[in-house]
Structure formats: structure tokens, C-alpha cells
């Protein structure tokens, strides 16, 4: 049962028919076996994973653990860990460890989760593909041939591999449920300010989210609970009343258990450009929510398809800004020649960062620059006001926003890499939700033509996580798609 | 308006990026077409319109005007290239 969902094993840690060594020690065993081929850790510590396991069973044994005591997760190694190196997948960062855990690293230890070790990422979390890292790229569980998603690609690939029942993503613009969505598997990004980025190595702060990768809706609640909460280190933490994220999962919901939910379909999200499978999936998806009782109405959320561009425009401006720290100076990679202090900042920087990161660093700097700003940066605010503005008149009329979370199930390991353009298209579906710092969440709803999963974004309004996870939980209470796990985790059962 | 070689060069050095120029034509075509997706935003009717520079409505927090933190320079500059004596060393900017 080394590949049940969080709440299982802890069920069995509790019930004495597994302990957390037991479990850590095969799933690095299988991490030894299947890295090599998926590529989805950059470090890993088994050393530490066991000591952590063995004082979980501790902890159990004197009945002191929660719901999380002893479980393995694996942290995208965007997160700050002292106790393992965190490179960004960026050759900038190769050596750097930090001084410090991340809040949402804390969280979880907290919690008695054992840290595996450390997940690999498009560099700086600048990609839908998970192929610009400086350690090679992720490949996916259900085809390695094929890409798992991005940014998170090693989280998302690791989980649905089997290799962690948890881990950590970041999502600026659908970094944990594009991947989630292409590997099969759960992936929240929660409402901004509900999980602190203290620790978290900024790429765009407006946008940046940190959020949890599972098999479940139920398992998905259980990470957010020991995630989120308010952190003045973040001057962005929002001071709310701590949530239990399980709490509507808990009630027994009878036979329609989504009566009186309404669930609003954008019309911009089924038109052309999406792969017929995709719609298939999602509308079966569809009417298995009608079943349990919901209710669907038409939406339109006019703006939506200026997502991207205006992304575009934010998260590269951001970026240029927040990676400017990155000069050879305090940390990280430092030239070995150059002739004087400006040559070893501009030599530093091109040797320290891969082409995209450069492109998107480029493109900040430009979109800022003098008499760009109000054609570009300001512009890109003043639409990012009008998306928020369809998603508010939308939820006059709806309860979660539901479509595709990509428009395609994943892409072959190379197809996109040498157009940007048609990679950040990836993202049309996931983008609006980070500009206008609403939750959102994919899970698995399907598979293509070529057996790869296919994912079901459900959107919801700030702060009703509870509510999506409660509908994703229902959904998956009645199907089993997210029970469907790729060949090479066929031992795990 | 499409990317020149010129503005690369000229972002580049902002950006303090060192582009060879075997590889600014390439730089240049990918950020055109970036540039030619983005342009879509200027036929967007936003006449007063707001601006949104955060998701949350909220006031930033302001904390007490007292020390909070202790002193961590040695453990921070564990992650430098180059130290010595509590500082950061660099090329030469003074002769």
C-alpha cells in the first residue's frame, strides 16, 4: 500500500500496519530505481528522510501524532531548506543552501512530515514544460518521453510516480496545476496571501503562490492545513482565522451531495484550440457534477483571452526586479574572469542564468524601461483590473468556475522549447486565476488518445477553498480517475 | 513597434546581461515575437480604468518601530564567493 493516498497511510501508521521508516525506506528505494529515468529530484537526503521517520514513529507510538505524523513529502526546490541545497534548477543557485526553512517548509515539519528531499523545476519556476532546468529535464510518469508540466514538473512527476504521497509546488501562472493536470494528479494554488513566500525565491511577487501536490482532494486539504497561516515575515501573509481545509469533506453529503452548488461554464474556455479529448473528459466531468446535484449555468468572462499578454507583461517585470539580487556578490554563481565589477555582474548573470530566464529577465527590463512603462506595465495593470472585474460579475451568478486546466493533455519532451509563444499559451486557462489572486484547483478527469491524464480545473472565488476541495472531493467519491496511476508505480498498490 | 537589434543591446546592458553578438539576432527574433503576442494589449479600450497592482485590497502591515532581529552576518555570508572581515569583496571600483 506504499502508494496510498496521504490519509490511508496515516490511517495505517496509526492502526500499526506500516510505519513511517518502513514506508520512507521503500519509497527511497524506488526513488534510487526511477530517478534516473524521470529526473524529478535534484537532491535527496536519505540519511535525514529516515532519522525524521524514525522520530515520527516516535511521536505515534506515544500517540502525539497528527494526520500528517510521518508522512514523506518532497519540497520544490524553489523552497528555502536549511538542511538541503536550493538551487532553483538554476545554475546560478547550484551550490547555494540557504540559512533558513521556508514558512511553508516549517509548516509542514511541524506537522511530522518526513522531507524526502528536494524537487526539480523549470529554472527560477520560468516554464509550462519543466525543461529548462540546469539539471536536465523532468520527465513524465505516464510516458517519459513526454513532459510532466511546469514549473513544478519534479513535484507533480514525483507524486504521481508514487515516489511521495505529498509535496510542495509554487504557481505564478499555473505552475502547480498545469502539471498537476499533465501528470495526473492534485494540485491547489490557494488564494494569494494564504500561504506566506517567506522562503519561497521570488520570481514574480504579485503572483507567486505556494500550494500542495496529492492524489486527493481530501489528501490536498491536509497539506493546506499545515501550509497556510499568517506570517509576519510576509508583509502579504493575510492575518485570517486559521481554516480546516477537510471540514465540508468530513459531512455526509447523501446522494446529491453538490445540491445547490452552481457551477459556471466560461464560454472562452470550450471554444476552438482545445483538443477534443480534452473536451470529451470535461464535459463527462460535467455531467458527473450534474449527478451529484450541481447545477451549471453559461458564464462569459470576455477578458480572460488578454490573460497571457498581460502575464507577460507582470511576471517578467517582476522578475527582472526581483532577480536583480542575483550579481555574484552575496550569493550564488560569481564568473571566474571578468575585468572590473560591472563585467562581473553582466558575466555572472549570462553564465549564471539559461536563455529563458534571460528572455523573461529581458522582457521586464524592457516593458519598465523609460517611456515603455504606461504602453506596457501600466497597461498590463489597468486589463489585469478588468479580468478580476469578469471574474467578480461572474461569481454573481455562480458558486466555482469550472474548464479545462490546459488545452491539451502533455506535450512530447522538445515540441515547444524552441517557440516561446506557443509554451506560454500552456497557460490560457491558468493565468487569470494568479492575476487576480483567486484559489484554483486541477484534478484528473481523464486520459487522451495517447493515454496521457487529463485535468479539470475548478476555480473558485477568494478564500473558498473549502468549497472547491469539497466539490473535488465529492467528484472523486464517485470516479476513480484519480486512482489511475502510470505503469512504473504498478508495484505500489 | 518590432524588437532592433539595437534595443537589445540597450536592454541587455540595463539588465547587466552579457549577449555576444552571435546570439543577439536570435535574442532578438524570440522577443519580437514575445513583443507581438503582448502588443495585443494596446487595442484594449482601458480608459479609466484603475490599474491593479495587488490581489487583496489590504493595507500593508506596519510593525512596531522596535529591533526585532539579532545579527546574522556571519551565517548569511556562508552563501557569498568572496568575504573577508565581515565584508563583501568586489573588483576594485576605486583607483
Known sequence: MIGAPIAELGAAFRAKRLSSVELTQRLLDRIARLNPVLNAFISVDPDRALADAKAADAAIAAGAGGPLTGIPVAHKDILATAAMRTTCGSRMLANYTSPYDAHVVEGLARAGTVLVGKTNMDEFAMGSSSETSHFGPVRNPWNPQYVPGGSSGGSAAAVAARLVPGGTGTDTGGSIRQPAALSGICGLKPTYGICSRYGLVAFASSLDQAGPFAQTAQDVALLLNAMAGHDPRDSTSLDRPAEDYTRMLRQDGGARPLAGVTVGLPREYFGAGIDPDVAKAIDAALAELRTLGARTVDITLPNAKLSVPVYYVIAPAEASSNLSRFDGVRYGHRAAKYDDLADMYSKSRAEGFGAEVKRRILVGTYVLSHGYYDAYYLKAQQVRHLIADDFRRAYRTCDIIIGPTAPTAAFPIGAKTDDPVQMYLNDIFTVAANLVGAPALSIPCGFDRNGLPIGLQIQGDYFTEAKMLDVAHRFQQATDWHRKRPALAADTD | ?95
Open chain 2, 1 to 95: 513597434m518590432p524588437i532592433s537589434l539595437a534595443d537589445v543591446h540597450r536592454i541587455a546592458h540595463l539588465a547587466r546581461i552579457e549577449i555576444d553578438a552571435g546570439q543577439a539576432e536570435e535574442v532578438r527574433a524570440k522577443l519580437d515575437a514575445i513583443f507581438g503576442m503582448i502588443n495585443e494589449l494596446a487595442a484594449v479600450d482601458t480608459q479609466g480604468v484603475t490599474p491593479m497592482a495587488h490581489a487583496q485590497d489590504v493595507m500593508l502591515p506596519l510593525r512596531d518601530d522596535k529591533v526585532t532581529e539579532s545579527d546574522h552576518r556571519s551565517l548569511y555570508q556562508r552563501a557569498a564567493p568572496a568575504v573577508e572581515g565581515g565584508l563583501y569583496l568586489v573588483p576594485k571600483v576605486l583607483e
